[in-house]
């Protein structure tokens, strides 16, 4: 079974509103997660890191004020789109390590921004 | 710039046949290799991974092949099977900072 969740598996909103996204790790505790982005037929693209109990690291060029980012367990992280627009609209997945370099991906977030 | 260069883009193989996906890297760093399937609307799932201190590593079907000089990694899928039809991603990491480097996918077909 799946030891990392994500929810929503989609969503669809508005233009000007906020989403948020859950990632939790479902039976161990990840100090660190990782947001990323899927366009369709590409590559996953890096957005932050997510740490515990501190802020999170942002990839050149990815707006830190519009994917608001917050861990604040060891188990869960989330996403927040903030004033989302219809070219925010994507696949996100997140990630969790689970230590030793074992990273285990959610299903991933489908959001549609209307 | 692209630091895990992947090949092929899309790649169909008969049933039974062997699939080859290659993956180059420029970061010396690099000492971790894994390799996603990703089937569509999924999240990737870790099919296998090689560090560099082994030049191959088979699970399965499913085989590694590293050459640390080249900088170069590969994927073999023995025996293919239609339910392997999806996209496989290669990546690499620090191991101390765990941040992945996803390479661009390559889309297997396997016709029966």
């Known amino acids: 079974g799946a030891v990392v969740s994500q929810h929503p598996s989609w969503v669809i909103c508005k233009s000007g509103t906020s989403v948020k996204i859950e990632c939790r790790s479902l039976d161990f505790q990840a100090t660190t997660m990782f947001w990323y982005r899927q366009f369709p037929k590409q590559s996953l693209m890096l957005m932050a890191t997510s740490n515990e109990g501190s802020k999170a690291t942002y990839e050149q060029g990815v707006e830190k004020d519009k994917f608001l980012i917050n861990h604040a367990s060891l188990t869960l992280s989330t996403l927040t789109v903030t004033s989302a627009h219809p070219e925010d609209s994507s696949f996100y997945i997140c990630s969790a390590d689970r230590g030793g370099n074992t990273i285990y991906f959610g299903e991933g977030s489908w959001l549609t921004v209307v | ?112």
């Not at chain 2, 996603?36 to 499913?62: H, M, N, T």
């Open chain 2, 1 to 112: 710039q692209q630091q895990v260069k992947q090949s092929p883009q899309s790649l169909i193989v008969q049933k039974g046949g062997i699939s080859i996906i290659n993956c180059a890297y420029e970061n010396t760093a690099f000492d971790y290799f894994p390799w996603y399937q990703q089937f569509p609307g999924k999240g990737p799932a870790l099919l296998i991974a090689i560090r560099p201190d082994v030049s191959e590593k088979k699970e399965g079907r499913f085989t590694i092949s590293f050459n640390k000089s080249a900088k170069q990694f590969s994927l073999h899928i023995m025996d293919s099977q239609p339910g392997d039809s999806a996209t496989y991603f290669c990546a690499a990491s620090k191991s101390n900072t765990d941040k992945l480097i996803f390479g661009t996918g390559t889309r297997l077909q396997v016709f029966p």
